[in-house]
Each structure stands twice: as structure tokens, then as C-alpha cells.
């Protein structure tokens, strides 16, 4: 059974990179049936989608998002990580890790998530 | 502001049917497939429907989903105090070289 689990930081200040890690355990992020997604958050407010990774290192980002993001893949390490720069009080957020299946080469449904872990930026 | 449209709250008693809409447009819901999640207090979300009208095995058939147009819908019968929870519809959007897009969620009370 595939499960996910992010780590990193739990406080960011303002204007420096969060970064996060999702690892992947009982399955492979090599897996070629998945993108490897990235989603957020902000308390008492709605599901946004940071963006995606396919094993190969092909990215897909939230327009909205796009100029700060980057999201990369360790097939050694069976993980995918999260950088988000230029961090401000609106990035405060749970953060969580999904898969996502690919479905006739398109984006499907995220079927497994992690837990999902705090992100507070505030100095 | 999200891009899809979903009622804040619905309520229902126990026992009863509600529903829950989804409203997008032509470059999200009407050319994809709508998937919903459930998010109980606390929890991450969990899939509870996809390709529009789907179940993930371990989801029962009190829950449905439903898409006409650029529109979809949740549906649940027999509602029980667990179904109390928020409830998400999701897209894929084509526009802007595609991303998915959600809805605001909805608040499910069970009275």
C-alpha cells in the first residue's frame, strides 16, 4: 500500500524558499502510471494546486504560482520536493503530497495523500 | 476566488439526501473528467469520486456523482452524522498550458 509523507521546515521567514519533501513509500515515484503533486491549504480556506512531476523531471505548475515554484524528483531517494520562493504570510498553509494517476495521458484523480504538514511563515 | 463553484454549506438530517454542486465552464468541466474528495476534520482529503460518476473501492453507494455540461453534482443518500465533512469538486483546466482547479469546498452539517 502506497504511502506518502512530507517533511521540512515548519516556520519560514518572510522572502526566503520553503522547501519541502515527499517520500514515497511502498511504491516508486518512478512509476511512469503517475504525476507526483503538490497541494496546499491556507487555514479555513480551500484545496489549491501547486503543480506536478512525472518520473522523468517533466513539471506542470499552477499559473498563479509558476514564477516562484519548482518541483523536483530523486528517483534514488524514492522522493519529490517542493521549493516555493519569495515567501509571504499568505503562503502559510498545510502542505500536502498526492499521486496522481495519469489517465489516456492526462491528469486523473490524486487517490493517495499524505498526511500533510504546517507551513507558518512569519518572522 | 476558485475557479469552480460550490455552495459554502448544505445541511441534511440523518437519513435523507443532499446534494452538492459544482459549477465551471467549457475549459474545465465540460472537456474533463469532475472528481470529488471528502475532507473530514483534521484529515488530508481523501478521493470519493472519480471521472465524474466513479467509486474508489471502500466508498459506498450512498454517494454518487453526477455531470451535465459545464455543471456536476454530489450526491448522497442515507446520510449519516459521518458524512459530515468538507466536500470537494476538482477539474483539470485546459486553459494555460492545463492545471487542475478546484472548488471552494462545501460544508456538509449533518443536523
Known amino acids: 500500500q502506497v504511502q506518502l509523507q512530507e517533511s521540512g521546515p515548519g516556520l519560514v521567514k518572510p522572502s526566503e524558499t520553503l522547501s519541502l519533501t515527499c517520500t514515497v513509500s511502498g511504491g516508486s515515484v518512478s512509476s511512469g502510471s503517475y504525476y507526483w503533486s503538490w497541494i496546499r491549504q491556507p487555514p479555513g480556506k480551500g484545496l489549491e494546486w501547486i503543480g506536478y512531476?512525472?518520473?522523468?523531471?517533466?513539471?506542470n505548475y499552477n499559473p498563479s504560482l509558476k514564477s516562484r515554484v519548482t518541483i523536483s524528483v530523486d528517483t534514488s531517494k524514492n522522493q519529490f520536493s517542493l521549493k516555493l520562493s519569495s515567501v509571504t504570510a499568505a503562503d502559510t498553509a498545510v502542505y500536502y503530497c498526492?499521486?496522481?494517476?495519469?489517465?489516456?495521458?492526462?491528469?486523473?484523480?490524486?487517490?493517495?495523500w499524505g498526511k500533510g504538514t504546517t507551513v507558518t511563515v512569519s518572522s | 476566488q476558485s475557479v469552480l463553484t460550490q455552495p459554502p454549506s448544505a445541511s441534511g438530517t440523518p437519513g435523507q439526501r443532499v446534494t452538492i454542486s459544482c459549477s465551471g465552464s467549457?475549459?474545465?468541466?465540460?472537456?474533463?473528467?469532475v472528481y470529488w474528495y471528502q475532507q473530514l476534520p483534521g484529515t488530508a482529503p481523501k478521493l470519493l469520486i472519480y471521472r465524474n460518476n466513479q467509486r474508489p473501492s471502500g466508498v459506498p453507494d450512498r454517494f454518487s456523482g453526477s455531470k451535465s455540461g459545464t455543471s456536476a453534482s454530489l450526491a448522497i443518500s442515507g446520510l449519516r452524522s459521518e458524512d459530515e465533512a468538507d466536500y470537494y469538486c476538482?477539474?483539470?483546466?485546459?486553459?494555460?498550458?492545463?492545471?487542475?482547479?478546484f472548488g471552494g469546498g462545501t460544508k456538509l452539517t449533518v443536523l
Open positions: 467549457s475549459s474545465n468541466i465540460g472537456s474533463n473528467y
Open positions: 498526492a499521486r496522481n494517476r495519469i489517465v489516456i495521458a492526462v491528469a486523473g484523480d490524486m487517490d493517495v
Open positions: 512531476i512525472y518520473y522523468s523531471g517533466s513539471t
Open positions: 476538482a477539474a483539470w483546466d485546459d486553459s494555460l498550458s492545463g492545471h487542475w482547479v
